[in-house]
């Protein structure tokens, strides 16, 4: 490549990068909108003491553990005698 032509070369980029710039604002004008959205109100670490009638020591506990049986086996499979 000779002198000129990289000259000619950086002549066009520059040129094809203006014109460029210049096409995309003419097309894709930037919208001045003003958008609103909605304000949140910040949560508290505050809960209100939960309804006597359902909270109270006689409710069912679900994590309660639950024994069936009256075997204290730790290892029901081993050694059973059982035919």
């Known amino acids: 490549m000779k002198q000129k032509d990289i000259v000619i070369l950086a ?3 520059v040129a ?3 014109l460029s710039i210049l096409a995309s ?3 894709f004008k930037p919208s001045t909108r003003s958008e609103k ?3 949140v109100e910040p949560i508290s670490a505050d809960f209100p003491t939960p309804d006597p009638r359902f909270f109270n020591k006689r409710s069912v506990d679900p994590t309660q553990q639950i024994q069936i049986g009256g075997t204290t ?3 029901p499979f081993k050694g059973s005698t059982t035919p």
């Open 16 to 18: 094809s990068i203006v």
């Open 37 to 39: 959205v909605e304000v």
């Open 25 to 27: 604002n003419a097309i």
């Open 73 to 75: 086996n730790n290892d």
């Open 11 to 13: 002549a066009v980029v």
